[in-house]
T-cell receptor, first 111, second 115 residues
Framework: DAKTTQPTSMDCAEGRAANLPCNHSTISGNEYVYWYRQIHSQGPQYIIHGLKNNETNEMASLIITEDRKSSTLILPHATLRDTAVYYCIVREGTNAGKSTFGDGTTLTVKP | DAGVIQSPRHEVTEMGQEVTLRCKPISGHDYLFWYRQTMMRGLELLIYFNNNVPIDDSGMPEDRFSAKMPNASFSTLKIQPSEPRDSAVYFC?????????????FGSGTRLTVV
C-alpha cells in the first residue's frame, strides 16, 4: 500500500470548516483513499473513501486532486465532538486485505 | 447490529500469566483484523483472517502471541506468557469484502495492562 503523509496536528474553530490534507504521491491506479478518525480511547471509525472523484456523505467531503497525489478531508461545520485523530490510508479498493495506519493528524476543535 | 464486540474492556494481569482477548465480529462479515495500539508504535496490524482462515500474521510480535478464529462469529487473541511490554489497547475490526460501504468497523478495544 502507498505511504501517506499528514500534518501532525491542526486546530479549527468550532463552526468553521476543517480541511485536513493528505499527501500520497506514490498512489497507484487501483488504490483508493480512505479516511478514518479515532476519538480518544475509542476504536477508529470509518469516515469516507474515494478513488478519483470527489465524494460526500453525511460526515464529510473528500476532495482528491486530479493527479491523485493528494487529497483533503473536509468537515464542513466542525464541532467540539470532531476533536480526534484523523487517519488517511491508501489501499486497494476492495475491502479484502489489510490497511496500514500511520500517525494521523490530531485535529483540535476549539470553541 | 451491535457492532464488533470485544471482551473484556479492561484486563490487568501479572507478568507471566496467560491473557485471552475475545472478539465477536459483525454478523456476515468475512474479514477480521486484530490491531494493537501504543503511544510509541501507533496502530499496528497483528493478524487478519478471511473466512476464518489466517491470511497474514506477519505483524504478530513473537511466538508468545497466537490468534484463532474457530468460526465466523468468534476470534481470540492469546498472549502466553504475558510481559509488561504487551501493555496496549487491542482492537478487533471486521469488514465485508463485497460491501458497498467499504470500511472496517472497529470494536471498542481491550485495554491490557501487564504488571
Amino acid at each position: 500500500d502507498a505511504k501517506t503523509t499528514q500534518p501532525t496536528s491542526m486546530d479549527c474553530a468550532e463552526g468553521r470548516a476543517a480541511n485536513l490534507p493528505c499527501n500520497h504521491s506514490t498512489i497507484s491506479g487501483n488504490e483508493y483513499v480512505y479516511w478514518y478518525r479515532q476519538i480518544h480511547s475509542q476504536g477508529p471509525q470509518y469516515i469516507i473513501h474515494g478513488l478519483k472523484n470527489n465524494e460526500t456523505n453525511e460526515m464529510a467531503s473528500l476532495i482528491i486532486t486530479e493527479d491523485r497525489k493528494s487529497s483533503t478531508l473536509i468537515l464542513p461545520h466542525a464541532t467540539l465532538r470532531d476533536t480526534a485523530v484523523y487517519y488517511c490510508i491508501v489501499r486497494e479498493g476492495t475491502n479484502a486485505g489489510k490497511s496500514t495506519f500511520g500517525d494521523g493528524t490530531t485535529l483540535t476543535v476549539k470553541p | 447490529d451491535a457492532g464488533v464486540i470485544q471482551s473484556p474492556r479492561h484486563e490487568v494481569t501479572e507478568m507471566g500469566q496467560e491473557v485471552t482477548l475475545r472478539c465477536k465480529p459483525i454478523s456476515g462479515h468475512d474479514y477480521l483484523f486484530w490491531y494493537r495500539q501504543t503511544m510509541m508504535r501507533g496502530l499496528e496490524l497483528l493478524i487478519y483472517f478471511n473466512n476464518n482462515v489466517p491470511i497474514d500474521d506477519s505483524g504478530m510480535p513473537e511466538d508468545r502471541f497466537s490468534a484463532k478464529m474457530p468460526n465466523a462469529s468468534f476470534s481470540t487473541l492469546k498472549i502466553q506468557p504475558s510481559e509488561p511490554r504487551d501493555s496496549a489497547v487491542y482492537f478487533c475490526a471486521s469488514s465485508l469484502a463485497s460491501s458497498g460501504r467499504r470500511g472496517y468497523t472497529f470494536g471498542s478495544g481491550t485495554r491490557l495492562t501487564v504488571v
